[in-house]
């Protein structure tokens, strides 16, 4: 989706829809936006008179102005919801709401109207419309037949009709993807245009991790998620390598392998460098699980939603997605993405319960459960990254556990970590990104749950408090480097949570990846 600013006058702005987002309680209709009735007669006070719109969060009114004027060819209004709680996020989801209701609407460009002090200050409100909109049009359409490019044609911002759009579903047919969205600002300098980038290449980056998210198991392997890696460091001049087998052999990769060992896909180790920063400044290092498929291993899932295991890479999807924007923006910063990748599946050489493998770090593991294979791979991708870069600080995330679903549910991952600063300064980022986190305590007698009679650890300690079992086994890996780890099984995918959403992989914790990395810029 194309995104861009426009200042001309809001009546005679020509545009196939306008869209003006009012809050509940608003009597008026304030600055530019005030004087948008009187070219409809009048009609939305009287909508707002009788009750129709009272600028609910779902409130919708579509107006047609007089032909032959030039200016919008529609016009409508969407519910802002309340103004005192009118946030970054509440920007993004009046836009997505605006970007959907244009998509319904079969129209693919249309302008948005902001008042940029509504929303917290300028900055802030241009960078989350801007999300909020290119979030919204993204759609997952390539294995779709006959929608690959994810539109159908050029409709030139007009309305097409639904039967050029080629094999629809039963029911409905699909409507053209959004092409081009304006936001029409009342306001603002300079500041607004780099936010208005800021925005776009962070939801950029989160659709990127989508759409990792959203290929299927058989096409998004390891070797895929590599492919892709090296895609990015062509383009943005990242450092890049990647480990396979025989690599990983030789780092005594015991862990990573060990999980790998039941599949016919080899697993991959990827390993991205972005020089923006300093030569001799530590880098910071994200690391994303990249399971690309889990069935557990030989202690098998149910089959009841199975399925949703392809999403078992979602960690190492928002580092992707992360690495793109971080090099689309040229941030000035030293960063290292790191994404293990393996499936974890089950053959006469799948690792058994009871086995004792070695990790990279020499520690001896009893797996116990062949299905506690996140903590695995990332033990071997962390211990690296520390060893190979010694990053100032790194940040990890992993849909690791069921448990966290059990403790936050869908609103919320869990953040642990060894340094209580660098935990608030990633729950302040998931804050601002509108993708939040909440801390567990990392306290020592969780530890105990993780004592091992034959080996020096086992992979899992139980069911009591196993999100933070399960960040106990990864800190381990990271020695003294200042470290934090989200667990994202409940937040990276799942049914729409927000307009800017899908049922599918959301792309979280890209944004808030990226707000904590920019937080670091000194
Ligand atoms: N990938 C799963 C965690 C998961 C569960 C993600 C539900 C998304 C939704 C992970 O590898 C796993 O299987 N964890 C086990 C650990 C247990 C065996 C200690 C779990 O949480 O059940
Ligand atoms: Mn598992
Ligand atoms: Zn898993």
């Known amino acids: 989706m194309k ?16 869209v003006i987002p009012v809050f509940e309680g608003d009597k008026e209709l304030t600055g530019p936006a005030s004087r948008v009735d009187e070219l409809l007669g009048g009609s939305f006070a009287r909508a707002r008179k009788e009750g129709d719109f009272r600028g609910k969060e779902d409130d919708f009114s579509l107006f047609y102005p007089p032909d032959g004027e030039g200016g919008p060819e ?7 919801g309340s103004r005192d709680e009118a946030d970054a996020e509440a920007a993004r989801k009046v836009v997505a709401r605006a970007v959907r209701r244009a998509e319904s609407l079969s129209v693919v460009v249309l302008t948005v109207h902001l008042a940029i002090e509504d929303f917290g200050g300028p900055e802030r409100t241009v ?47 699909p409507s053209p993807v959004v092409e081009e969205l304006r936001l029409h600002l009342d306001g603002g300098g300079e500041d607004v245009e780099r936010a208005l980038e800021v925005g776009v290449a962070f939801a950029e980056g989160e659709n990127l991790a989508r759409a990792l998210q959203w290929r299927p198991g058989n096409v998004a392997t390891p070797a895929h998620l590599a492919s892709v890696a090296l895609s990015l460091a062509d383009e943005h001049g990242f450092t890049s390598r990647i480990l396979g087998p025989g690599e990983m052999q030789e780092e005594g990769m015991g862990a990573l392998l060990s999980v790998a060992a039941g599949s016919e896909q080899e697993p991959r180790l990827i390993v991205l460098e972005h020089r923006g920063g300093e030569e001799d400044q530590a880098p910071l290092a994200l690391v994303g699980k990249g399971l690309t498929f889990d069935s557990g291993g030989i202690s098998i899932k ?7 295991m392809k999403y078992d890479m979602s960690g190492g999807a928002a580092v ?48 116990i459960n062949t299905d506690a294979e996140g903590r695995l791979i990332l033990a071997d991708a962390l211990s690296y990254v520390v060893d190979r870069f010694r990053p100032q600080a790194v940040l990890d995330c992993a849909t690791l556990t069921g448990a966290v679903v059990m403790a936050l549910g869908h609103h919320a991952a869990a953040v642990l970590g060894n340094d209580d600063g660098l935990i608030d300064e990633v729950r302040t980022a998931g804050e601002l990104a509108g993708e939040n986190c909440w801390p567990l305590p990392l306290w020592k007698p969780y530890r105990k749950q993780l004592e091992s009679t034959v080996a020096d650890m086992k992979n899992v300690g139980g069911r009591p408090a196993g999100t933070i079992t399960a960040a106990w086994f990864l800190s381990e890996f990271v020695g003294e480097t200042r470290w934090a780890h989200l667990d994202i099984a409940g937040t ?22 990226l707000e904590w990395v920019r937080s670091r810029i000194s």
């Not at 529609?74 to 802002?80: C, E, L, P, Q, S």
């Not at 149910?302 to 949703?308: A, L, N, R, T, W």
């Not at 997605?321 to 923006?329: F, N, P, R, S, V």
């Open 302 to 308: 149910p089959s009841q939603g199975m399925e949703d």
């Open 320 to 367: 992707l997605g992360a690495m793109q924007a971080i090099g689309a923006l040229g941030l000035p910063i030293n960063v290292v993405g790191v994404v293990p990748a393996s499936e974890n599946l089950l053959s006469g050489k799948a690792t058994k319960p009871g086995d004792v493998i070695r990790t990279r770090a020499g520690t001896t593991v009893e797996v």
């Open 3 to 18: 995104v861009g600013l426009v200042r001309e006058d809001l009546l005679s702005h020509e545009t196939p829809l306008l």
């Open 127 to 173: 960078q989350a419309a801007a999300e909020g909109g290119v979030l919204a049009g993204w759609d997952f359409r390539e294995l779709k037949s006959g929608q690959e490019n994810g539109s159908n044609g050029d409709m030139g911002g007009r309305r097409i009709s639904r039967r050029q759009a080629s094999q629809p579903p039963p029911g409905e047919p």
């Open 74 to 80: 529609r016009i409508a209004f969407v519910g802002a």
């Open 492 to 513: 990276a995918y799942g049914d729409a949570r927000a307009p800017y959403h899908r049922k599918g992989g959301f792309g979280f914790p890209t944004r808030l990846l």
